[in-house]
């Protein structure tokens, strides 16, 4: 039984493109099947979430992000009697306009965008591949999702101003979008924070004693467990830990957000629409704990100088390969540079390079450049 203000399928606003309805698969369940069945979905198998292979083929990857977050999202709408189908397409497509290199690629196609007075952003990039840059189907350019799913690649993390960003005046930019969507933000934190505390100390970059000084929500987990198993392998305690702070941040989560939406009195989706502000959230003091866990990443894992190594050298990959083919955009396949004949030549370079993968950019550098990306260690 969904809630009176879940997104209800038989209630979407549709496709830009009118099809037929399914026989044994709703609109949402379609759009989850479009999403995995996308090339864009199937490159994030080798894009970067902060560990390269170097250290291990066993860390997560951009696509094993994804599907945690997928995961999460779906057990968090179903104990809201949300709508489960929609929020796990939007989980599954949040990534999907990543570069290669991650947030680390995408801050440097913005920098150069910005030369020529445009911005890189990978949501609207995601945009831009389910509206128009894969092509799958003979009757329109990309993957024709419905308006909901669409609405929350933009809006699940962020509101925007309709003055700012005309070219999304169609996705009620004034509105809240749907609670399914509102949830995203917050499980993707939930499944990196915790799945980048895994790699880390896999990797030995994270010194348990440092982590549970500083960061107490997994101290006061870490000390449950090690009372009750006190004579375990301290990987083990330590997974431990991890699931349990897991799991409370996704209870209260659950429990934040149904506390609000009762207070609020909302009945229904245009309820939620039209709320000042999203309701979907932490309480105070998870959202400090949860705060407490971020800072402790940025300062004790990701300023490591093995990750910094990788990163800055991976993004240099990139920033050359961006002014090889802006000085001749023919040297790009031909599909893109026939299209930097009738486009400006730095939206092909970018959209082109936004597609590929961490491998393929190093490998096209090495081949075009005789520039080798690859650690020596």
């Known amino acids: 039984m969904l809630a009176s203000y879940a997104m209800d399928v038989r209630r979407t606003r549709g496709r830009r493109f009118p099809e037929p309805q399914h026989p044994y698969r709703n609109d ?3 759009d989850r099947d479009r999403v995995i069945h996308s090339r864009a979905f199937r490159r994030l198998e080798a894009k970067t979430q902060v560990f390269t292979t170097r250290f291990s083929d066993h860390f997560r990857n951009r696509l094993t992000h994804t599907l945690e977050v997928a995961q999460v999202a779906r057990t968090v709408a179903g104990a809201l009697h949300l709508n489960t189908d929609l929020a796990e397409s939007l989980a599954l497509v949040h990534d999907i306009g990543h570069p290669p290199f991650g947030h680390a690629g995408e801050k440097q196609l913005d920098l150069r965008m910005r030369a020529f007075g445009e911005r890189f952003n990978h949501n609207l990039h995601a945009l831009y591949i389910v509206e128009e840059f894969e092509q799958s189907y003979l009757d329109f350019n990309g993957l024709n999702l419905t308006f909901e799913v669409r609405e929350g690649i933009i809006k699940h993390s962020r509101d925007y101003s309709a003055a700012e960003f005309p070219q999304l005046a169609e996705y009620l930019l004034e509105q809240r979008p749907p609670l399914e969507s509102q949830l995203i933000d917050f499980v993707d934190e939930i499944a990196y924070n915790t799945a980048d505390l895994d790699d880390g100390f896999e990797a030995h970059l994270i010194d348990l004693d440092q982590l549970r000084a500083e960061v107490s929500v997994f101290n006061t987990a870490y000390e449950d467990v090690d009372r009750h198993y006190r004579e375990a392998k301290s990987k083990l305690k330590f997974n431990e830990a991890l699931k349990r702070v897991l799991d409370l941040l996704a209870t209260d989560l659950i429990e934040t957000t149904q506390a609000r939406v009762q207070e609020s009195g909302v ?3 245009e309820d939620v629409r039209h709320q000042r502000q999203r309701l979907a959230s932490f309480s105070p003091a998870m959202a400090k704990l949860n705060g407490d866990l971020k800072r402790f990443l940025f300062a004790r894992l990701y300023s490591q100088p093995t990750i910094v190594e990788d990163r800055d050298r991976s993004v240099a990959a990139l920033d050359a390969l961006f002014s090889f083919f802006l000085d001749d955009p023919k040297r790009m396949p031909v599909q893109y540079s026939e299209l930097a004949l009738h486009q400006p030549p730095h939206r ?6 936004a597609g590929m993968t961490d491998h393929f950019l190093l ?9 080798s990306a690859t650690p020596t260690t």
């Open 28 to 30: 949402y369940a379609r």
């Open 267 to 269: 009945e229904t989706v």
């Open 348 to 353: 092909v370079i970018c959209d082109y390079i």
């Open 363 to 371: 490998r096209q550098c090495h081949e075009l450049l005789g520039i």
